[in-house]
């Protein structure tokens, strides 16, 4: 067993424990900037999800209130068959919807605070007794 200072005293003893010691160093840092790409590229997917899920649930949102004008505008022809007038930019919950009647035609544009957009269109039929059916039901087009 040789003594501890006898490593002082061989200098290709030196340059080999310092050469482990900065390859040592070099792996670490390799795996640390690995590690930091992985979770910045989770970040980066989050992210995207968080934002794809906000556009979902805005959209959803747009869709509920133009079918709320579609709704409102159905009331108004059960109780006026001749209504004709529409709404413009009614407020109903977080946002506004416009409903324009021509004929059979209803159309329904909403935007919600959030500045999401829908649009449904119903073409929709009196039968007797004032009963309203819907012919045909378009979303986004």
Do not use: C
């Not at 012919?135 to 986004?140: F, K, M, S």
Request: charged content about 10%; cysteine-free; hydrophobic content about 50%.
């Amino acid at each position: 067993m040789m003594h501890p200072s006898a490593t002082f005293n061989n200098p290709s003893s030196i340059v080999n424990n310092q050469f482990r010691a900065g390859s040592v160093l070099l792996v670490v840092v390799l795996l640390v900037a690995l590690l930091a790409a992985v979770v910045m590229g989770h970040l980066q997917i989050n992210t995207e999800e968080i934002q794809l899920m906000q556009n979902q649930i805005g959209g959803a949102e747009a869709l509920a209130l133009a079918e709320a004008g579609v709704n409102d505008a159905l009331a108004q022809l059960k109780q006026d068959s001749g209504w004709y007038a529409g709404f413009a930019d009614k407020p109903f919950g977080a946002g506004s919807y416009t409903v324009v009647v021509q004929g059979s035609a209803v159309t329904s544009t909403a935007v919600t605070s959030r500045g999401f957009v829908a649009k449904v269109r119903a073409e929709v039929t009196q039968g007797p007794g004032g009963i309203l059916q819907i012919d045909q039901w378009r979303i986004n087009q």
